[in-house]
């Protein structure tokens, strides 16, 4: 990261991720499951564990653990609602993102009615897409699905004026890609389902740890996160625009919260896990430079884009000079986030996980993860799914020359 203008330094955001001294096998761990998971960072560990230490609550309560319990709840949308320029009044919590999308869906389809259609992708990790096809289907509804051309492995924009029309009742886009890393142009579906009333349902599970994400310029009705794929707890968030809580009723306990957002939240929630999110923002927030917390967080994701990109980029170049190796990554022109997918003729990427971990302690995913639609027609089950490689702002560029000397090594023993 020697061109960063600030004070940033690959040692400082290392530092602050205590599971990266972790040895397996007497060698330093390498961690590239960050599309699956990131590893937590120390300010959001901080944050939990203050919380635990001094004293947990449940909300209600006219004593201090409890008012404090809600001091931390009211901070911590806020902050996220900062992390995706979403809406302070709008930010809601749940055990992960697939949960709030099945809460959500049933929240959203009560009035939906057989004739009616959904849109969702042939792209998007599942929880973007099954819990909205299943209740469309018990409602007897049509559900059009946006195509992926396989050449460019991104989404198809010549089907919007199509498949967007007065009888679509909600879209659902996934910003970025779990399976090969496409950052999505969702603005034109967005500006077509506003012309005909569809709400907008956008997954920016895997856009959140690699880029600015931004709700009010993207106008999207309703943003999904997950804390855990954002160097945090395992938690899901959420932001809908606040002016569009009075459209609907969600199903709750009588006796709970009936005012928006904690409305949407079903039960007691992960105070813990919530704090930590506090954590979160506020480390993504430290590395970046401005005058507004805003400013800052964009700043920082401009780092962390500089420094995944270039990751990205020499394990592209390395990966392609190697005989057998089919990449599935979008072409240069076409904007991604640091997740590499690729295939070898001849070796199930399951044995290739496996020997990573066992015999050089690099941990990368292999499966569809979730995206089975995508992984389907790519035809990368008969590999056992893609192999992964998801980069984060914790790795380093000689991470990625010990995982190619690795690979390589793979190779040539044929597992």
């Known amino acids: 990261m020697q061109n960063l203008k600030n004070k940033v330094t690959m040692t400082n955001i ?43 609550a449940n909300r209600d309560g006219l004593f201090a653990t409890s008012e404090e319990t809600e001091a931390i709840l009211a901070l911590a949308r806020a902050e996220v609602a900062a992390l995706i320029n979403g809406y302070d009044d ?18 959203i389809a009560r009035d ?38 396989v050449n460019s492995l991104k989404l198809d924009e010549a089907f919007i004026e199509t498949m ?18 496409t950052i999505n142009n969702v603005k034109p579906y967005i500006e077509a389902a506003k012309t005909v009333g569809a709400l907008t349902v956008i997954d920016a599970v895997q856009a959140v740890p690699h880029i600015a994400v931004d709700q009010k310029k993207l106008a999207a009705d309703l943003v999904l996160g997950s804390g855990y794929k954002v160097f945090g707890p395992h938690i899901g968030f959420a932001s809908m625009d606040p002016e569009l809580f009075s459209n609907y009723k969600p199903y709750k306990l009588i006796p709970a919260h009936d005012e928006a957002p904690s409305s949407m939240e079903t039960g ?3 105070h813990e896990g919530i704090a930590a999110m506090i954590g ?11 005058e507004s917390k805003r400013q800052r967080i964009v700043n920082a994701y401009e780092l962390f884009e500089q420094h995944e990109q270039k990751m990205a ?11 057998d190796i089919k990449l599935f990554t979008p072409a240069s022109h076409i904007l991604s986030t640091p997740t590499i997918s690729f295939v070898i003729d001849g070796i199930l990427s399951s044995k290739i996980s496996k020997y990573l971990a066992d015999e050089h302690s690099i941990l990368a995913a292999n499966g569809n993860f979730y995206a089975y639609q995508l992984a389907n027609k790519l035809d990368v089950m008969k590999y056992d799914g893609w192999l992964r490689v998801g980069l984060s702002p914790y790795n380093t560029l000689e991470e990625c020359e010990r995982f190619i000397d690795a690979l390589k090594k793979c190779i040539k023993i044929n597992l």
């Open 14 to 56: 290392r530092d602050q991720f205590p599971a990266l001294n972790r040895t397996y096998r007497g060698k330093q761990v390498v961690y590239f499951d960050g599309p699956g998971g990131t590893q937590m960072c120390q300010p959001a560990i901080q944050r939990m564990m203050d919380y635990i230490e001094n004293g947990m």
């Open 313 to 323: 980029s020499f394990l592209k170049e390395e990966l392609s000079k190697i005989e």
């Open 268 to 270: 007691t929630q992960n």
């Open 90 to 107: 709008g930010v809601f919590f749940g055990a992960n993102m697939t949960s709030l999308a099945y809460a959500i869906s049933r929240m």
């Open 280 to 290: 979160v923002v506020e480390f993504i927030e430290s590395l970046g430079e401005g």
């Open 112 to 149: 939906w009615k057989a004739g009616e259609e959904i849109l969702v992708t042939e792209m998007d990790h599942s929880a973007n897409v099954d819990p909205w096809v299943q209740i469309a289907k018990e409602k007897g509804m049509t559900v059009q699905r946006i195509p992926v051309d």
């Open 164 to 181: 967007i029309h007065p009888k679509t009742r909600a879209v659902f886009l996934g910003l970025a890609s779990n399976g090969v890393g």
